[in-house]
């Protein structure tokens, strides 16, 4: 090897690392989302109700359809006696995504009394996650391998998915990406979000539903006791249906399922321009309607 060669790799090298001491040191400042996800999480690992009586807290998790369409504030103001919320919302996260992320939490010191995990069905029974953001912010290594096996990732995904554990630039790459596309040409970033909003995923058929449900919410509620919290879901109003069926399910394994807003109970005008996720108006009946629900599970 010439000496060339070796300047030219070590060069390469320091590019690297320094591209990776940059995004550690300005990736969780710079993207507002990101912010306000770090601050959440941070807050919520400080919650240990193992030594306290009430007020109890409640974690909150979920996606998206939980960011947009719960009011905080008012679902504390009607909950806060018997237990305070305490919001983790991460976009475009399913099943998998807190089902092992929920392990790191509990890991990490997290122990709040009531877990809150809001899902569609289709979220619900979805064998994605968020890949590798979810690899670096969700999972622990020693989850890594069985995150990879239950999802069936073929050997490039699984080997990009194991190194985005390591690299923080590598596991947010695409998310930098998209931040300077929305800068440089934000009508383009428009228009992939309505293209986006327009996608609607296929029915799930009842049974199979049924069975993930059933599966799912016994591993999630395990889960949960094993670290001295009650857990409960709620499906949050979106086009899918299914959401009976999960109910059901959790009826009869003798889990707390909230379903505030009925199947097909809100038209479009509950909804943002994307047809998915809730409204102003939405939000704040699905909101009063399941703080009703919860000081009842509670």
Known sequence: MNRLTIALLGTALALLLAVEALTICTFDRTSRVQRREVAQRR???????????????????????????????????QTEEEAIPVPYFVLATDYYDWYFGLKRLFAEGMRPRNVLLGLSPNQLASSRTRGEYSAQ?????????????????DATTASSFIFAHISKFYSTRQITRNYILARLLPDVAGLLHEKLGAFRDPAIPEATLNALATNRLKSLDELCRANGA??????????QSGSETIAHAGKELGISVLMPVSNGEFDESFFQSDGIHL????????????????????
């Open 137 to 153: 912010y969700l999972f622990r290594g020693q989850d890594l391998i069985e995150v990879i096996q239950e999802t069936h990732m």
């Open 230 to 239: 009650h857990f409960m879901l709620v499906v949050p109003p979106t086009y």
């Open 43 to 77: 807050a919520l690992l400080a919650v240990n109700d193992s030594n306290t009586t009430r007020p109890s807290h409640i974690a909150v998790l979920g996606n998206s359809l939980l960011l947009d369409g719960l009011n905080v504030q008012i679902l504390t103001e």
């Open 279 to 298: 409204n102003e108006k939405g939000a704040t009946i699905f909101t009063n309607r399941l703080a009703d629900g919860l000081r009842t599970a509670l």
